[in-house]
C-alpha cells in the first residue's frame, strides 16, 4: 500500500507545482501539463510555437519550483559540439582538465535547436539518449535527473538545419504552445507591464522526482490498454494489414517502437496525476497527439487537401 500513498503524495505535489508555476505563467494549462508528465516519465520536449509565447520563462519557472539547475543554451549556426558538452584545457600545473560545458545542468533549454548544424545537434541528442557526454575519450556522466527542452520556431526557416526524423524520435513529446486567449493576454500584459516580483517556491527536491519517476515505471498496465496503444502505433505504418485507407492516403512514415513505449509510459503518468492507479484507453488517447505528432511523416496530397497531423492522429484515435 506505501506505493499507493505515494502516488497520492505525487498527486498533492503536483497540484502544488501547478500553482507555483501559475503564479508566473498565465493559462497554457495543457503545455504545462505536458511537460510535466515528460518529466515524471524521463522523457524530453520539443516546444514548438512562434516567438514570444513565454517559452524560456515557462522551463525557467518549471526549473525553480522543482528545485533543479537551469541552462539555456541559444543554438547559432557558429556553436561547436564543444560550445555545449565543455572542452579540455591546460591548467596552471600544465595538466589536461576538463571545463563542463553548459549540459552538466538538471534542465537544458535548447533554443532554437533547428539553428545549429548536425553535428552541433547531435552532440546534444548523445545526452538525450545516453545521459552522459564523451569528450577526448573519456565519460562524464550528467546530473540526474537530466531534462532537454528544446525550442523550435515553425516559420522561419531560412538558415536552419530541420532535425532529421531519427533524432526527433528521442523526444518524448512535440508540444504545441499557442497563442494565449483574449482573456489570458489581457491578463498578461496586466501583470507584466508594472513592477512586480513574483517568488516561485521550490515544491520537489531532485530525489523526490527520480523516486516518482521510479513508482510511474512501476505502475501495472492491463494487456488491454497495451494492445490498443501498439494497435495504433501500427495503424500509422503504411505496409501494416491494419493500416486504414488514410494512413495509405496521407502517410509517407509511420511511427516506430519508441512512440508504442511513450505511449504506455505517458499514459501511466497521465493517469497518476489524475488520481488513478491504473492507466486505461482515455489516457492513451490523451497523450498521443504530443507523441505521434512528430513521428509520422505525412506527403505532399496530405499537405494539398489540408490535413494536418493532428487531424490524421484525431481520425486514427
Known amino acids: 500500500m506505501s506505493n499507493v500513498n505515494e502516488l497520492d503524495q505525487l498527486v498533492e505535489k503536483y497540484k502544488a507545482l501547478k500553482k507555483e508555476i501559475h503564479k508566473v505563467i498565465i493559462g497554457q494549462e495543457e503545455v504545462v501539463d505536458q511537460v510535466l508528465i515528460s518529466m515524471f516519465s524521463r522523457g524530453h520536449c520539443l516546444l514548438v510555437g512562434v516567438p514570444g509565447l513565454a517559452k524560456t520563462l515557462l522551463v525557467n519557472t518549471i526549473a525553480q519550483s522543482l528545485g533543479l539547475s537551469f541552462n539555456r543554451i541559444q543554438f547559432t549556426p557558429d556553436l561547436m559540439p564543444s560550445d555545449i558538452v565543455g ?24 533554443d532554437e535547436i533547428n539553428r545549429t548544424p548536425p553535428k552541433t545537434q547531435s552532440a546534444l541528442l548523445e545526452a538525450m539518449q545516453e545521459r552522459h557526454v564523451t569528450a577526448a575519450g573519456k565519460t562524464y556522466d550528467l ?23 531519427a533524432q526527433l524520435d528521442r523526444f518524448m513529446f512535440n508540444i504545441w504552445v499557442d497563442y494565449p486567449t483574449f482573456e489570458e493576454e489581457m491578463a498578461i500584459v496586466r501583470s507584466t507591464t508594472q513592477d512586480t516580483n513574483v517568488t516561485v517556491n521550490q515544491i520537489m527536491s531532485s530525489e523526490e522526482i527520480m523516486r516518482f519517476q521510479a513508482l510511474i515505471r512501476e505502475i501495472p498496465v492491463a494487456e488491454n490498454v497495451l494492445e490498443y496503444a501498439v494497435k495504433l502505433v501500427g495503424k500509422t505504418r503504411i505496409n501494416d494489414t491494419s493500416a486504414p485507407k ?14 508504442s513505449q511513450y505511449l504506455i509510459i505517458g499514459a501511466k503518468c497521465h493517469a497518476v496525476l489524475k488520481g488513478k492507479y491504473a492507466p486505461d484507453i482515455e489516457d492513451v488517447q490523451a497523450v498521443a497527439k504530443p507523441i505521434l505528432r ?17 487531424k490524421i492522429i484525431s481520425e486514427l484515435l
Open 294 to 310: 512528430h513521428r509520422l511523416v505525412r506527403n505532399y496530397k496530405a499537405e494539398a487537401e489540408g490535413y494536418s497531423m493532428d
Open 143 to 165: 546530473p540526474k535527473p537530466f531534462f532537454v527542452l528544446a525550442t523550435q520556431n515553425p516559420i522561419e526557416q531560412e538558415g536552419t538545419y530541420p532535425l532529421p526524423e
Open 246 to 259: 488514410l494512413t495509405k492516403d496521407f502517410i509517407t512514415w509511420g511511427a516506430g517502437p519508441r512512440a
Open 87 to 110: 572542452a579540455e584545457i591546460l591548467n596552471e600545473n600544465r595538466a589536461f582538465q576538463f571545463v563542463k560545458g553548459p549540459l552538466f545542468s538538471n534542465i537544458v533549454l535548447a
